[in-house]
């Protein structure tokens, strides 16, 4: 008994059967193309959620697994990408990012537009 020859793609039919897909015939019956769907917005909403218009500036990460050598990564929106290994310098590098927050330029013209 003989198997029937498989298709390359599994699950998919051969190319020969594909047909190109046909835009729907307008409910009027113009022939026009429908475009958009009845009662869906045509326009992007802004985002409904009440914030306080907060975001992240500067991430600091630590990771310290036991019996292992701590790193630090301290990243900030201005530009800032620094990375230390080791225990005196990750934390030279935590009080460094720590300091940033003081000094950065993105922090220093929001705190001084909300005064």
């Not at 699950?11 to 009845?38: D, F, I, N, Q, Y």
Request: include cysteine; charged fraction near 15%; glycine fraction near 8%.
């Amino acid at each position: 008994m003989s198997t029937p020859p498989r298709s390359p793609l599994e699950g998919h039919p051969p190319t020969s059967r594909l047909r190109l897909a046909e835009p729907a015939p307008a409910v009027s019956g113009s022939g026009a193309p429908k475009v958009v769907a009845e009662g869906v917005p045509t326009a992007v909403l802004p985002d409904q959620q009440t914030g306080d218009v907060r975001y992240p500036i500067a991430w600091l990460t630590i990771t310290a697994p036991r019996g292992a050598t701590p790193t630090a990564t301290s990243i900030c929106a201005c530009g800032r990408n620094l990375f230390a290994a080791g225990h005196h310098k990750a934390l030279a590098l935590i009080a460094d990012h720590t300091d940033h927050k003081t000094r950065c330029p993105l922090r220093a013209d929001q705190e001084g537009a909300a005064a």
